[in-house]
């Protein structure tokens, strides 16, 4: 990893397995890996573009479920991982996640020739914005930007105006950023407002009710500062699976007690990495140009200790069940 100031100055490089000899970073494109997890079931298990209309319980304990394309489906248990904006969590009783006081520019640069660059993570930081470079393969390169803005503002998803904001924001910056940002198919760019819902104990609804219970942003969304939010989604995954396998075979009150298990297991995990994430990523927007230099020439350099920073990344989920496929 190299860190960088938007001068192209290098503020800190170091390689994970010497902070941390448990660490290893991979990137990985994620319709690769839906693809890759859709490819394991069985065929016609997963339908696509199928968004919820509404939920409701039926009389006989199951729930009733209608697509916008007027699909009605009723369900002895259902797993919302729907997104950010769940219509299953608003129906749980879940607050709308709140504005975290940033939105992220992101897209999937294609070189196809090769690109030039090593893998390596390049995080660069400037007052109140910073971005970052990954190479994913030898041809692609995914990037981010990260800027402050004091609301949200309206929805924008014409790839021009997205691509054209970008360059705006790091104009001086280092120029392979903005080659990067060049070689970005139109399909790939995108702009979303960060946000996060904080679990806050006895005040929060639970992850599950009846037999219905959330998993990843559906649940607990958060905000991207520690790369952990669809990782945090795949450890909801495996430990619900595990539950489930346990308990299905043993009737209704089995599966409801082994769906709020998970939601009672999996908050100790969740709560603190929500909160972490924020701060971290109000302490990199930081705009105020004295703190900033503090930052650069005394936080980043001298005063982090990379080792503590990454043991959230070391959480064990255990392996499935051998009967769990």
Same mark, same amino acid.
């Given at each position: 990893?190299?860190?960088?100031?938007?001068?192209?100055?290098?503020?800190?490089?170091?390689?994970?397995?010497?902070?941390?000899?448990?660490?290893?970073?991979?990137?990985?494109?994620?319709?690769?890996?839906?693809?890759?997890?859709?490819?394991?079931?069985?065929?016609?298990?997963?339908?696509?573009?199928?968004?919820?209309?509404?939920?409701?319980?039926?009389?006989?304990?199951?729930?009733?479920?209608?697509?916008?394309?007027?699909?009605?489906?009723?369900?002895?248990?259902?797993?919302?991982?729907?997104?950010?904006?769940?219509?299953?969590?608003?129906?749980?009783?879940?607050?709308?996640?709140?504005?975290?006081?940033?939105?992220?520019?992101?897209?999937?640069?294609?070189?196809?020739?090769?690109?030039?660059?090593?893998?390596?993570?390049?995080?660069?930081?400037?007052?109140?914005?910073?971005?970052?470079?990954?190479?994913?393969?030898?041809?692609?390169?995914?990037?981010?930007?990260?800027?402050?803005?004091?609301?949200?503002?309206?929805?924008?998803?014409?790839?021009?105006?997205?691509?054209?904001?970008?360059?705006?924001? %790091?104009?001086?910056?280092?120029?392979?950023?903005?080659?990067?940002?060049?070689?970005?198919?139109?399909?790939?760019?995108?702009?979303?407002?960060?946000?996060?819902?904080?679990?806050?104990?006895?005040?929060?609804?639970?992850?599950?009710?009846?037999?219905?219970?959330?998993?990843?942003?559906?649940?607990?969304?958060?905000?991207?500062?520690?790369?952990?939010?669809?990782?945090?989604?795949?450890?909801?995954?495996?430990?619900?699976?595990?539950?489930?396998?346990?308990?299905?075979?043993?009737?209704?009150?089995?599966?409801?007690?082994?769906?709020?298990?998970?939601?009672?297991?999996?908050?100790?995990?969740?709560?603190?990495?929500?909160?972490?994430? /924020?701060?971290?990523?109000?302490?990199?927007?930081?705009?105020?140009?004295?703190?900033?230099? %503090?930052? /650069? /020439?005394?936080?980043?350099?001298?005063?982090?200790?990379?080792?503590?920073?990454?043991?959230?990344? /070391?959480?064990?989920?255990?392996?499935?069940?051998?009967? %769990?496929?």
């Amino acid at each position: 990893m190299v860190v960088t100031t938007a001068e192209g100055n290098e503020l800190r490089s170091f390689k994970f397995k010497e902070e941390d000899e448990s660490q290893e970073v991979r990137a990985v494109e994620r319709r690769i890996l839906l693809e890759t997890l859709a490819n394991q079931l069985p065929q016609g298990a997963v339908r696509f573009s199928s968004k919820l209309a509404k939920i409701e319980k039926s009389e006989d304990g199951e729930t009733l479920l209608q697509l916008v394309d007027g699909t009605q489906l009723s369900a002895k248990i259902v797993i919302g991982c729907d997104g950010i904006r769940s219509p299953i969590a608003k129906w749980m009783g879940f607050p709308e996640p709140k504005y975290a006081g940033h939105c992220g520019l992101r897209g999937l640069a294609f070189f196809p020739g090769g690109h030039k660059f090593e893998p390596k993570l390049n995080q660069i930081y400037g007052r109140g914005q910073r971005a970052g470079i990954v190479p994913i393969s030898p041809t692609k390169v995914y990037w981010f930007v990260c800027f402050n803005r004091p609301s949200p503002g309206p929805k924008i998803t014409d790839p021009a105006v997205l691509k054209k904001l970008a360059r705006e924001l %790091v104009t001086n910056w280092p120029s392979d950023l903005l080659d990067i940002i060049d070689h970005t198919p139109d399909d790939t760019i995108s702009r979303t407002p960060l946000v996060d819902r904080w679990l806050w104990p006895s005040i929060s609804p639970p992850a599950s009710a009846g037999r219905v219970v959330l998993v990843g942003d559906a649940w607990h969304p958060m905000t991207p500062n520690l790369g952990q939010g669809a990782c945090c989604a795949l450890e909801d995954s495996v430990i619900l699976a595990r539950k489930l396998a346990a308990a299905i075979q043993s009737g209704p009150a089995a599966i409801e007690d082994a769906l709020s298990s998970y939601g009672s297991e999996r908050w100790p995990r969740i709560f603190p990495l929500t909160i972490r994430a /924020n701060l971290i990523g109000s302490l990199l927007q930081w705009e105020n140009p004295v703190v900033c230099s %503090v930052r /650069n /020439n005394v936080i980043i350099p001298k005063l982090v200790k990379l080792g503590p920073m990454l043991e959230h990344t /070391n959480f064990d989920c255990q392996p499935l069940q051998n009967q %769990v496929v």
